[in-house]
Structures are given as structure tokens and as C-alpha cells.
């Protein structure tokens, strides 16, 4: 059963930091087109948010699995401080990804305005937390 988890918990990893690296590329992407343009280009790609949603709801409850599987008490001891931080991270990606929702509906309903501007920024963020995530994960099960 530990084997299924962590596979699926690779799979959430893949959707979820795939998204944000997507994301970046789009944006960049995009960077040249007129403002029109990109607002309704941004819009529209706007939509792979979901897999990052998808992947990190997979993330959590595949980790909480993960956990139950191998014993909480075990898990905490073996990770230490690090899977501590990790917890940490994971908490405040799940706190930035539901105002990151709650911006973009914002700005779809708005058709764009100047909210849009937050989104690179906010899912900037979200990359940068997502790999100090799987950097903590790595260091507090290395070995």
C-alpha cells in the first residue's frame, strides 16, 4: 500500500510543481503580446490552475496516508525539525493556493483588471515554496 501512495504522491508532485513551472512559461510567453491580448491569453490558460489544485490534494492526502502507513509517531522521529518545516511549507501553500482561487476567480468575473497583476507574483510564490517543499522532503529522509 506504501508503494501506491508514494506513487501517487509523485504524481500530485508532478501536477502541482508542473503547473507552476508551466505557468512561468506561459507567462513569459505571453510577454510580448499587446495587453489585450495577453489579459484573454492569460485568461483562458489560467485554466491549468486546476492541476495544481488536483496535485496538491494529492500531495496531502497521499502524505497523510504516507504518514498513517509508516506510523505518525515514527515518521515525525525519523524526519526530524525538517519534516517539521516541510509541514510547515505545506500548510502555507495550501493557505497561498486558496487566496491564489479566490484572486483568479476575482479576475476572471472582472475580465482581467488590475488584480491580474498579482497572479505572477502569487504563483511565483507557489513555485518557490513547492521546491523548498521537495528540497525539505529530501533532506529529512535522505539515508
Known amino acids: 500500500m506504501y508503494l501506491v501512495l508514494l506513487i501517487l504522491h509523485f504524481i500530485g508532485l508532478t501536477l502541482g510543481v508542473g503547473t507552476g513551472f508551466a505557468m512561468m512559461a506561459l507567462g513569459r510567453s505571453s510577454a510580448e503580446l499587446p495587453p489585450e491580448e495577453r489579459t484573454k491569453f492569460m485568461l483562458r490558460t489560467s485554466v491549468l490552475s486546476k492541476n495544481g489544485s488536483i496535485g496538491l490534494a494529492l500531495l ?56 491580474m497583476a498579482k497572479l505572477p507574483k502569487l504563483g511565483g510564490a507557489m513555485l518557490m515554496l513547492g521546491l523548498s517543499v521537495i528540497v525539505l522532503a529530501v533532506l529529512a529522509f535522505e539515508g
Open 60 to 115: 496531502i492526502l497521499s502524505g497523510i496516508g504516507m504518514l498513517l502507513e509508516r506510523g505518525i509517531g515514527p515518521t515525525f522521529k525519523l524526519g526530524g525539525g525538517l519534516f517539521h518545516a516541510k509541514l510547515t511549507l505545506v500548510v502555507i501553500m495550501a493557505g497561498l493556493l486558496g487566496y491564489m482561487q479566490a484572486t483568479l476567480k476575482k479576475v476572471r468575473e472582472a475580465g482581467g483588471g488590475p488584480l
